[in-house]
């Protein structure tokens, strides 16, 4: 299995892990998160974090954990394969009560992939190793633009009992890598939400 899929797999496992219950069904608070009655932190709180290599910036949600260093593997050819950003709403080994949410991307060359010419021919492993870890398609594959950058999306959904895992991955060529951004949440609502912080500069992609 390819770097990058395996950084995937590992991304399903350490958000998947059964939570033990809480005594509130809300979000579980970090300890320097505010109260819920206290007001939105400003914009300035949260960290953007920018990529000109690929031309292109996402802006983590404030309080979240970046776990980009520790899952990174140094031995690894940045030619290629790169894990670019892994966030999660909480730490991966934190007790919940709820789906912890996650972003994560990563780059890897296409030519790890024979035949791989356009970025829906990367679905096909992604959807394969996903499916294995008991998800299961939400929708059709699909093609979204962001900006005018174009990429193609894929959705998947897990049942886990009161609760529900969805994922989203968008995928895109750039540079002779393929670019691929998954989000984890509990809600169709909170991926879109998430996805909306991910930003393009003008360039094309190749």
């Given amino acids: 299995m390819p770097r990058i899929l395996r950084l995937t797999a590992l991304l399903l496992v350490v958000t998947s892990i059964p939570a033990a219950p809480q005594a509130s069904s809300s979000k579980t608070k970090h300890p320097e998160q505010h109260d819920s009655r206290d007001k939105t932190p400003p914009t300035s709180a949260e960290t953007l ?4 290599e ?14 980009t260093q520790q899952m990174q593997d140094d031995s690894s050819d940045p030619a ?6 892994a966030v999660f709403e909480r730490p991966p080994e934190a007790i919940g009560d709820t789906v912890n949410s996650a972003v994560v991307i990563t780059a890897e060359s296409s030519a790890s992939y024979p035949g791989l010419k356009t970025a829906a021919d990367y679905l096909g492993p992604l959807t394969e190793l996903t499916t294995s870890k008991g998800f299961k398609s939400a929708a059709d594959p699909s093609e979204i633009e962001i900006g005018s950058t174009p990429l193609v999306r894929a959705d998947f959904a897990k049942d886990l009992g009161k609760l529900t895992m969805c994922q989203t991955s968008l995928v895109l060529l750039r540079k ?3 670019l691929s951004f998954t989000f984890i949440a509990d809600s169709e609502d909170q991926i879109d939400e998430l996805i909306e912080r991910l930003s393009f500069n003008s ?3 190749q």
């Fill in 54 to 67: 690929f031309a292109f910036a996402y802006k983590i949600p404030y309080a979240w954990v970046d776990r």
């Fill in 203 to 205: 360039t094309k992609p």
């Fill in 176 to 178: 002779k890598f393929v």
């Fill in 49 to 52: 974090y920018r990529n000109p």
């Fill in 80 to 85: 290629k394969s790169r894990l670019l950003l």
